[in-house]
Structures are given as C-alpha cells and as structure tokens.
C-alpha cells in the first residue's frame, strides 16, 4: 500500500472511531486523546507535515469523487449547538456499517422518524444512541415499540447527548413538546454524563451548522476530524473494554455518583413541572455488567457489579409524583456477543425488556 494511501486510512479510521463512540464524560478523562503541542514544537510539526496536508487536499479536491445523501455514509452525523446534541434536520440519509445499512429520516428538530403503516399519534422520545435505535429501520425493531404499538415515534437523541442537554431541548423548545413524553437514560454513559464536568462539545466532532454540508459533502467530515486533532482537540478515538469500564464504576466514589444522579433526577422533576409533562422515565442497564467467557465465547452477567448498579439505580431515582413513571430494563444472565450492536456498546434493541420500578427495586 502506498504512504499517501496508508494515511488517508489512518484518517478515516479516526473518523468512523470518533464517529460511533459515545464517551463517558471528563471523569473518565483517560479516554481522551490529548495532544499538547507548545508554540515551538507545533511549528516544527507543521513544517514537517504541511506539504503532507497539502497532497491530502488535493487528493481530496481533484480525486475523491462527490458523495450526497443519496449514498450511504460511513458514520452517523451528528452535531452540538451548544445545548444539546442532534442530527442532521429534515433530512434523509443512511449509514452503512460493515454489512449493515440503516435509513434515517428526521423531523425540523432532527428528532428521527420512525412511523406504524396505520398509527397516527405520535410520541416523543429523548437520550443517546441506545434509544435511537443504532441497529434498527423500522418501529417494530425498536424495544419501545412493545409499550407504545399505536403510536409513531419521533426520536430526539444522539450520541453523547447527555441527561441535562434532554434537559435543554425540553425548556427550548417547549413549544413542540407533547403532554406525555419518554425521556429514556442509558446507565452505561449517562451515569457519567451527570457530572458538572461533562462537557459534550469535547467528544462531538461536529457543530450543528456543519452537518447540512456534511450531508452533501461527507469527505469533510474527515478533514474537520483532522484539523481538530492538529488543534489539540479532544475526543474519543477508543472505549474501554468491558473489564475497564467495570474498574472504572467501582473505582468511582458512590456517594458522587448518587449525589450527581439524585440532582439530576430533582432537575428533571422540577422541568416536569414547569412544563406541566408526563414522563415516562426508561432507564437501561449498562452493557458492562457482563464480563466476556472466552471459553464459550457468550457475554456472563457480573452479578455482584450487577447489583451495586441496581442499588445505585433504585437509591437515585425515587419518583413521588405522578408525573414521572419508572421503567428499568431487564437483565438476562448471558448474551451471545452478536446481542450487541456492531460497536458494542449498546445492547440491540430486541434485547432490551423492561419492567417496573417496583419490580426492580421493592420485590
């Protein structure tokens, strides 16, 4: 392979990495990529590198041939306006992994579509990629589907989409907001992302003004990648494997962790309120309660790490009011590893069955 083709692979690796990972948050800082160039040492990489940026240009400006929306992209869109993070507005694209191909069609919010041949009301759904639906095309696929049958779904979730930026759309854009709504937290990420030093803008690659010529150009994406990681941006290029997340949860001070979920869950409550909304509130395990058996090669439940997470779960979330019901997922004792998506880190969503909260946390 030649040197100039080595390195646009390298590129686009980094790209569809940086794409499909969700980070956790700056607690886990060890995630990040960090470069830290000083005045003098930054010039003199620039100077060794700047005729390589200028070959990759034009290699990209007179050979890489236009791409719309009409193919398939290489990674999911997505992009942060400084309050939450969302995909690309009333657009209709898809994005194929490995084998895989997955239709995306959203709404002026970039909330995404997925509708019933015969339903007509729709019901609002907010949170990360597990709740999106990273492995699905239709509404049936979706884990949602079994408590919602007669109702399309409009999905306003992203990657790296935190609990407090649902928050945010809510209270900017009430005005489109339904009585009822589903707001769904993913344990695996959000867990994390309820700390004040979660900062969203340093794991999404892309501004929310970037994704309608990203669409139309996707080669870009690859070079706004590469400026920012010359720029000393942070994001993630890698997760952790399940062993390290599960050191990373026991590690972490579990009065913080509660204290951080218990005021988020208050300042959910009290935009419920203000709102005057019904929440069903849907809270999925995370993926690494389960350890990898080599031997058979299937995912086995870590049941002690099991149970600190469900003490952890049912200590936060407490709802009096009525306005917020509590939904928690089930949790079988072993998954076959094609049970998670294609970067597994989310469980698919066939897998997913819930129940209530006093089933979980009273029984």
Partial sequence: MKPLESFLLLTIFAANSISTADANSAEANSFKTKQHLSGSNFLRLFLGIKNILLIILIYFILFFPKVNAKSCLSFLPYGYNESYVHLPQSASFCVKQKKTINKYQTDNYGGRILNHEFAYNKIQIFGDSQVLGLDIDKIEEHYLNTLYKKNNFVIYAAPNNGPYEVINFLNQNKKILQKKIVIAFNFSTDVYRVSNSWEPKNFVVLKDYELDEILEHPFKYRLIVFKNLLLNKNFTLSRYNNEKMQKLFLNSSQDILY????????????????????????????????????????????????????????????????????????????????????????????KIKLKKYDKLCYD
């Fill in 259 to 350: 204290k951080n979920l218990t005021q988020y869950f208050k300042e959910l409550s009290g935009t419920a309120n203000k709102l005057d909304l019904e929440i069903d509130f849907i809270i999925t395990h995370p993926y690494w309660v389960y350890s990898l058996d080599k031997k058979n090669n299937k995912l086995l439940l870590n049941k002690e790490l099991n149970n600190k997470v469900e003490k952890l779960i049912c200590n936060s979330f407490q709802s009096k009011k009525k306005k917020i019901k509590i939904l928690i997922s089930k949790v079988p004792e072993i998954l076959e590893l094609n049970e998670l998506t294609i970067d597994k880190r989310h469980l698919k969503s066939k």
